[in-house]
């Protein structure tokens, strides 16, 4: 990994590339597979599953985390929590920082803050004084829409998915917007299987690397819980020759970090910070459902790791074909490469 240069997970994305709006109903999303490189709908995809395959998905729900408000000496303020650390403090991105110091008083939207820890690279620890915290937070703030979203959604649900029930997230697992009840009914009239495992997602999954290099980025720390029911599911699917089908990168990430090999999970929860790069031996997921990343992303790096250098020529493919890419754009399904 060391000698892999960033470089090599760019590509020119234009600007009218970038999805702009929800596409409504979620199932009529372009969905390509990367595997025949033929067209399709997100609806078809009980078509492209087989009777016995197995889907995962991460059922964590987006929390209401930005908050607007103002310093105590007067000045505006915006603060994006990442995630509870407990006793009340929370890592938060917060801007502008600049003038931010240990001690700083913030007032965001009914909630009051102080940092206790930072700043750093936007970065701080705040202590926010509310006695239920998640409802403090739930009726203050707003969701964290993705910066290059530039549209309006009619309602903010439809930044959740339909089996979004844990709160914990910064952001979407996005390949799971394309879901919708009627798609869900298919699969299992189909003898597909589904299963739920648990990644906050944090900002730093979808920021681009800096580093020159691989080797020189660090991963940041995601909260994930593998359940008993989960790796119940994906054995009796081994059992019965079903395929591990991922939706999502955040998916592959908590099944790969409770992997034991030889394609079994075992129950975990914790944090990790799995970086996924080219090399990486897959143990548990055999199909990926995603998005179109970011160039430059840890997620396209993910992506190349698992299919191969295949990621080039599907990316191209797609963007001469007009699929929308990022958060409200299109997906794709593809085999782990051989």
């Known amino acids: 990994m060391s000698e892999t240069p960033t470089s090599s997970f760019r590509y020119h994305l234009p600007g009218g590339a970038v999805a702009q709006s929800a596409v409504e109903p979620r199932h009529a999303a372009r969905l390509l597979d990367a595997d025949t490189m033929r067209d399709h709908v997100f609806g078809d995809l009980p078509g492209l599953l087989a009777p016995g395959d197995l889907i995962v998905v991460n059922h964590t729900r987006v929390r209401r985390a930005r908050l607007r408000g103002r310093k105590e000496t007067g000045g505006e303020v915006e603060a994006l929590l990442l995630r509870p650390l407990g006793e009340g403090r929370w890592e938060a ?37 509310a006695e239920d915290q998640e409802q403090a937070v739930d009726a203050a703030g707003a969701l964290p829409l993705p910066p290059y979203f530039k549209g309006c959604l009619e309602d903010e649900g439809r930044y959740q998915t339909v089996f979004a029930d844990r709160v914990g997230s910064a952001a979407a697992p996005t390949a799971g917007l394309h879901f919708t009840p009627e798609v869900l009914e298919r699969l299992e009239r189909r003898g597909v299987h589904r299963t739920a495992v648990d990644l906050e997602i944090g900002i730093d999954t979808f920021r681009p690397i800096s580093a020159p290099h691989l080797s020189g980025h660090a991963m940041h720390t995601e909260r994930f819980r593998v359940g008993p029911d989960a790796v119940a599911a994906i054995s009796a699917a081994r059992d019965r020759g079903g395929r591990v089908v991922a939706v999502g990168t955040t998916v592959v990430r908590a099944l790969e970090s409770a992997s034991r090999g030889c394609g079994e999970v075992e129950p975990a929860a914790g944090e990790t910070d799995l970086f996924i790069t080219p090399g990486y031996r897959f143990r548990v997921v055999d199909r990926l459902i995603t998005n179109f990343h970011a160039p430059g992303s840890t997620l396209v790096v993910l992506l190349a790791a698992f299919m191969g ?19 409200f754009g299109d997906a794709m399904i593809v085999s782990k490469a051989e």
């Open 93 to 129: 991105l917060v801007r502008p920082a600049r003038r931010l110091r240990v001690g700083s008083r913030l007032h965001l939207g009914g909630i009051d803050a102080e940092v206790v820890s930072g700043p750093e690279e936007g970065r701080v620890v705040l202590a926010v004084e």
């Open 309 to 327: 250098d295949r990621w080039r020529p599907v990316y191209d493919t797609a963007l001469g074909r007009g699929y929308r890419f990022l958060s």
